[in-house]
């Protein structure tokens, strides 16, 4: 399983393949996590998964998180 972990305009995003889908959480500061209220398309590639998170959340760009960062 694959795990990838994004700051995406001021909150962080963990995205997982498993199999040939994907199941995104939310972290939290316990270390527990929840699932995200969104949907990764199957189609989405490893290269292409900062580029769709941002696609997906540009509404919430602000002047201090204006951008999609991989953490790992």
């Known amino acids: 399983m694959q795990s990838y972990r994004f ?3 001021g909150h962080i995003v963990v995205a997982e393949r498993h199999g040939s889908g994907w199941r ?3 972290p939290g500061n316990d270390g527990k996590r929840r699932p995200a209220d969104f949907v ?3 189609w989405v590639t490893e290269d292409s998964l900062a ?3 941002e696609d997906l959340f540009h509404e919430n ?3 201090r998180n204006g951008d ?3 953490l790992d």
């Open 7 to 9: 700051a995406v305009y």
């Open 24 to 26: 995104a959480f939310l």
């Open 40 to 42: 990764i398309p199957d």
């Open 51 to 53: 580029q769709y998170l």
């Open 61 to 63: 760009a602000t002047p």
């Open 68 to 70: 999609v960062t991989p």
